[in-house]
């Protein structure tokens, strides 16, 4: 559950500074996020291909390999179903590329997804990288991600 900060706007179809490049040590953080909810390995799909229709974290990189956003979804069509939100918006129409899904099994909490999110951007350093952005605390996320129901 990402939100713009109040203040300020852009013309709605221009597009927030991108976040750090994207490097392989970061993919496997959203896994390890998710901890004991982690159902697979993170996957990539062209953003206009998206294939996961389950509940999970995904990030979104540009055509140069920045991180542009890092969410997650649940509920009836899961990842793809967000991604197609995402993209009724100019500007990530235009911006995003690639995007890594991390698959939570179907059991996840909300409050264990948004611990994982909220885990996942710290260990990215997105809160600096992109403070013009907000992520969920991630406080308790050892307790939420370790307890399967």
């Known amino acids: 559950?990402?939100?713009s900060l109040p203040g300020p706007r852009t013309p709605e179809d221009a597009p927030?500074?991108?976040?750090?490049?994207?490097?392989?040590v970061h993919i496997?953080?959203?896994?390890?996020?998710?901890?004991?909810?982690s159902a697979a390995d993170p996957v990539w799909f062209r953003v206009d291909t998206v294939r996961a229709f389950f509940p999970g974290l995904y990030l979104v990189v540009?055509?140069?390999?920045r991180i542009v956003w890092l969410g997650m979804a649940a509920g009836?069509?899961?990842?793809t179903g967000r991604i197609?939100?995402?993209?009724?918006?100019?500007w990530k129409r235009r911006v995003f590329d690639r995007v890594f899904v991390a698959e939570a099994r179907e059991e996840i909490t909300r409050?264990?997804?948004?611990?994982a999110e909220g885990w996942a951007a710290d260990a990215l350093n997105l809160r600096t990288w992109m403070p013009y952005r907000t992520w969920p605390a991630s406080t308790n996320w050892g307790a939420l991600v370790s307890s399967r129901s």
Do not use: C, I
Request: charged share 15%; aromatic share 4%; glycine share 10%.
């Open 16 to 24: 927030p500074p991108p976040g750090p490049l994207l490097q392989r």
């Open 62 to 65: 540009d055509a140069q390999g």
């Open 84 to 90: 197609m939100q995402h993209r009724t918006e100019p």
């Open 1 to 3: 559950m990402s939100t």
């Open 76 to 79: 009836f069509l899961g990842v």
């Open 28 to 37: 496997p953080l959203l896994a390890r996020a998710l901890g004991s909810y």
């Open 111 to 115: 409050p264990a997804l948004e611990a």
